[in-house]
């Protein structure tokens, strides 16, 4: 690996550098973007309990609030519970937003290491051609293990860069996605609630 980064050139030190926070970033909303995490089992129904035996305090709102994403967004309806329909999921769809913004952090520069790393590697390649064409300018072609050797050079950066972008590229795709569903369902479930507390829906239907 150390000859290969040597072989490389200096440019393989921002790749090294974006495969190490490409890394970072993947572990980090992994551990982050979990299900449970973001979307605590039964939290709808036990809020509609609550709501139905007149336990859903302003404390009680605040540790809903704090628990998890899905709590801040149905905690920005519950405030709100004695205003109309409208006002509530006005509350929740602003309080949307900064959650979907929050459960975005670092994709944009997942993403950005995706399409930068190739880049740097194409660049070493061309820098590394270059000299390899100074070479022939100067002892010309009749030593091909020279040659062979300066173009295996320059063409490691490429093969780095496209190994630290194709997964990053991939994991891009993966979280975004994850997030995406995880948004909707926290907007359906906010919804649902929201309806079963204005007596548009049935009580029993507060957990499908």
């Not at 859903?56 to 004695?82: F, H, V, W």
């Not at 293990?145 to 990053?168: E, H």
């Not at 569903?181 to 829906?201: D, F, I, N, T, W």
Request: aromatic share 4%.
């Amino acid at each position: 690996m150390l000859e290969m980064m040597y072989a490389g050139g200096w440019l393989m030190v921002p790749i090294l550098a974006c495969s190490i926070i490409a890394t970072a970033v993947v572990i980090e909303r992994g551990w982050t973007l979990r299900r449970s995490r973001i979307m605590p089992a039964n939290l709808v129904t036990r809020i509609w309990e609550w709501h139905r035996r007149g336990e859903l305090t302003d404390a009680r709102i605040e540790e809903i609030r704090t628990g998890s994403p899905l709590g801040r967004l149905l905690a920005s309806g519950l405030i709100n519970r004695n205003h109309s329909r409208e006002i509530m999921k006005e509350a929740i769809e602003d309080t949307g937003r900064q959650v979907v913004a929050e459960l975005e952090r670092f994709l944009s520069s997942l993403g950005t290491i995706a399409s930068v790393a190739p880049l740097l590697g194409l660049l070493g390649t061309v820098l590394g051609m270059i000299d390899v064409f100074g070479v022939i300018m100067d002892a010309g072609v009749g030593n091909a293990a020279m040659l062979a050797g300066g173009i295996s050079k320059a063409l490691i950066t490429t093969a780095a860069g496209l190994s630290v972008a194709i997964p990053a590229l991939m994991f891009h795709r993966f979280f975004d996605n994850k997030v995406a569903r995880l948004a909707l369902e926290m907007e359906e479930q906010s919804l649902r609630l929201v309806e079963v507390m204005k007596g548009e829906r049935e009580a029993g239907e507060v957990s499908a």
